[in-house]
């Protein structure tokens, strides 16, 4: 499952991504084991593009920080061992207090300062990297990014203002993940991160960046990649998000159900909760 590239195909000619009136604070959370891979040095020309053109960039590089995955009581240090773990309970009570343990605490921070935040992972079992679950998992708690301390999900909530970007590479070709392609659409495949994250969460979803055949990446492929991806660095700001529909724009009903009728005749599935052009 690991892509790699050569020294030489990681350099990438200075760029411009992004460049807005007043430079902007991104965090990249990358998650492959090889620090040679392919995800790898997207997650490099992402930070040398993004700070080329005037950003301050942050990055989490959850293999080289040996991040822990798992969700477990020693992430609440201050709750009382004597009572039941209540993972949602203790976890809001943690964040609210500012008692979570130091390693949560320090992603939550970098988070809050960002305005803009970039995953960057390869696509194993349909998925993300059981590390980078581990970082959504622990990062995210109750009283950060949902609960009944913040905002209400899928609006401008609690983490609202945000910009949110997924850069993924996938091992089959491109027509698989069509909407007749034997995987399913990619844009099903992510909308876990895309909808149930990031828009659960009131950042701002935008398209997917993908690079497919990720096995295989010729000198010219990359290139041909990484001018792409540079496009979409620099709209980081300014292209137009998806339109997921807000629960609180009278969309759905009481239950969280879509009203009947609001949706474009024929649209099913995943679509249903993108509003029409």
Known sequence: MTETTS??????QPGRAGRTE???KILVVSA??????LNAALAAFAVDELRAAG?????????A???KAS???????????????AVMADSEQATLAGLLAADIAAEQEKVRWSDAVILQFPMWWFSVPAIMKGWIDRVFTA?????PAVPPPYSEGALAGRRALVSVTAGARESAFSDRGIHGRLADLLYPVQHGLFWFAGMT????????????????????????????LEGLFTDEPVAFRSLVGGDYDHDMRLLPGVEVPGTTGTDLHVRPA
Not at 7 to 12: F, I, V, Y
Not at 32 to 37: A, Q
């Open 7 to 12: 020294q030489s195909q990681q350099r990438q």
């Open 55 to 63: 950003h301050e960039v942050r990055v989490s590089d959850l293999y």
């Open 65 to 67: 920080m040996k991040w």
């Open 71 to 85: 969700v477990d009581a020693e992430d609440f240090p201050s709750r009382d061992p004597e009572q039941r773990f």
């Open 22 to 24: 007043k430079p902007k």
């Open 205 to 232: 979803p935008l398209e997917p960046f993908a690079v497919f055949g990720a096995h295989d990446v010729s000198k010219e492929r990359f290139e041909a990649a990484k001018l792409e991806y540079g496009r979409r």
């Open 32 to 37: 492959h084991p090889e620090p040679r891979s």
């Open 143 to 147: 009283g950060f990014g949902y609960g």
